[in-house]
């Protein structure tokens, strides 16, 4: 069997360090590694559009920003597929079928369609597009014959719900479809990186992130002002590591490396830990090692995005070349679809 990988992104916003640890680095590394048949990243504009129907401008606007972001952290269109979903139409076409396979029920059992619409706010006025998330997502998945989905334990429910689809669905009209299987960080603390406010999650809703096409001073402002042990109010105080906001980005983006380079008084991060439970390391220096770490990483990134909002022309012929070959794949499976379904009623 073929190795097959999709993921993609909402277009709701510029992707931040959230993103990077938890799909993009990962996402380039498979790309590198080169271990798989095909590998498409796509542009999840419907989906978006679910919870911001009354504002398409935003959507669309951001369509390019995360593009730019792609091509900054390094994803290479010659090497991966990059594709905005709304172009490949066969998609609806495709939702429209499986929602015959799944009950309303339990769609709203979905935990992650669940904890989504309390987020949201939605009370009892969920729009259908929103509820029928899963539904989408299955169709995104299966249209190219998925079967490996890097995400985040957050996204796990709907991949479960995407085989439940599949499943069904070549029950009852034969061997179609290809079950995926989910790819989760290795890392625990890469799979969901929190907040700068100390909150679980990095969201940009919430507005405590730091993005990737952040500048430097912006990046320092933020590190700066991150939440840490409210505990540790002297520098001789022992401090909390383990809830600490500061020592999980380190422990996602730090390496020895990175020590040698900027904090060679340690050897790695255990050691940076060490010190600060026992006590006499302050925030401060801690905060501005972060603020480095950071800063190797997101250079590089700035440079490349530089580059692309330079060459805009260059982006957008990318997303079209991307989604007229995405767009070739779906149909292909959409007709094999029909047939299993006996409802391609010309041939």
């Given at each position: 069997?073929?190795?097959?990988?999709?993921?993609?992104?909402?277009?709701?916003?510029?992707?931040?360090?959230?993103?990077?640890?938890g799909?993009?680095?990962n996402?380039?590394?498979?790309?590198?590694?080169?271990?798989?048949?095909?590998?498409?990243?796509f542009?999840?504009?419907?989906?978006?559009?679910?919870d911001?129907?009354?504002?398409?401008?935003?959507?669309?606007?951001?369509?390019?920003?995360?593009?730019?972001?792609?091509?900054?952290?390094?994803?290479?269109?010659?090497?991966?597929?990059?594709?905005?979903?709304?172009?490949?139409?066969?998609?609806?076409?495709?939702?429209?079928?499986?929602?015959?396979?799944?009950?309303?029920?339990?769609?709203?059992?979905?935990?992650?369609?669940?904890?989504?619409?309390?987020?949201?706010?939605?009370?009892n006025?969920?729009?259908?597009?929103?509820?029928?998330?899963?539904i989408?997502?299955?169709?995104?998945?299966?249209?190219?014959?998925?079967?490996?989905?890097?995400?985040g334990?957050?996204?796990?429910?709907?991949?479960?719900?995407?085989?439940?689809?599949?499943?069904?669905?070549?029950?009852?009209?034969?061997?179609?479809?290809?079950?995926?299987?989910a790819?989760?960080?290795?890392?625990?603390?890469?799979?969901?990186?929190?907040?700068?406010?100390?909150?679980?999650k990095?969201?940009?809703?919430l507005?405590?992130?730091?993005y990737?096409?952040?500048d430097?001073?912006?990046?320092?402002?933020?590190?700066?002002?991150?939440?840490?042990?409210?505990?540790?109010?002297?520098?001789?105080?022992?401090?909390?590591?383990?809830?600490?906001?500061?020592?999980?980005?380190?422990?996602?983006?730090?390496?020895?490396?990175?020590?040698?380079?900027?904090l060679?008084?340690?050897?790695?991060?255990?050691?940076?830990?060490?010190?600060?439970?026992?006590?006499?390391?302050?925030?401060?220096?801690?905060k501005?090692?972060?603020?480095?770490?950071?800063?190797?990483?997101?250079?590089?990134?700035?440079?490349?995005?530089?580059?692309?909002?330079?060459?805009?022309?260059?982006v957008?012929?990318?997303?079209?070349?991307?989604?007229?070959?995405?767009?070739?794949?779906?149909?292909?499976?959409?007709?094999?679809?029909?047939?299993?379904?006996?409802?391609?009623?010309?041939?």
């Amino acid at each position: 069997m073929k190795k097959i990988i999709l993921t993609g992104d909402r277009p709701t916003g510029n992707l931040h360090l959230g993103h990077y640890v938890g799909s993009l680095k990962n996402r380039v590394k498979l790309q590198e590694e080169g271990n798989y048949d095909e590998m498409y990243v796509f542009i999840a504009d419907i989906q978006a559009l679910t919870d911001n129907f009354k504002n398409p401008k935003k959507v669309r606007d951001n369509i390019l920003e995360v593009v730019i972001d792609y091509l900054s952290v390094g994803l290479d269109p010659s090497k991966v597929t990059i594709f905005i979903q709304s172009m490949v139409p066969e998609l609806c076409e495709l939702t429209m079928y499986y929602m015959n396979l799944v009950t309303l029920s339990r769609l709203e059992r979905n935990p992650t369609v669940k904890s989504e619409i309390k987020q949201k706010e939605f009370g009892n006025s969920i729009p259908v597009g929103f509820l029928n998330y899963p539904i989408s997502q299955t169709a995104d998945i299966t249209a190219f014959n998925a079967n490996i989905i890097p995400v985040g334990d957050d996204q796990l429910p709907m991949i479960e719900q995407a085989r439940e689809i599949v499943r069904s669905f070549n029950s009852i009209y034969g061997e179609t479809l290809v079950e995926p299987e989910a790819m989760i960080p290795d890392s625990k603390v890469c799979r969901r990186l929190p907040g700068t406010d100390g909150k679980a999650k990095m969201s940009k809703s919430l507005g405590n992130c730091i993005y990737l096409k952040d500048d430097s001073d912006t990046v320092k402002k933020k590190v700066m002002s991150m939440y840490t042990d409210p505990n540790h109010l002297k520098v001789e105080d022992p401090g909390n590591t383990k809830d600490n906001p500061v020592f999980i980005y380190l422990e996602a983006l730090a390496t020895d490396e990175h020590f040698k380079k900027y904090l060679n008084e340690y050897k790695n991060l255990n050691e940076l830990k060490a010190h600060y439970e026992k006590g006499g390391l302050g925030d401060v220096k801690v905060k501005r090692f972060l603020y480095d770490v950071i800063e190797d990483i997101l250079t590089p990134i700035r440079e490349k995005r530089k580059y692309y909002e330079d060459n805009i022309k260059l982006v957008y012929d990318i997303l079209k070349e991307g989604s007229i070959k995405a767009e070739k794949e779906a149909a292909n499976t959409l007709k094999n679809v029909k047939r299993a379904m006996s409802i391609d009623y010309f041939n």
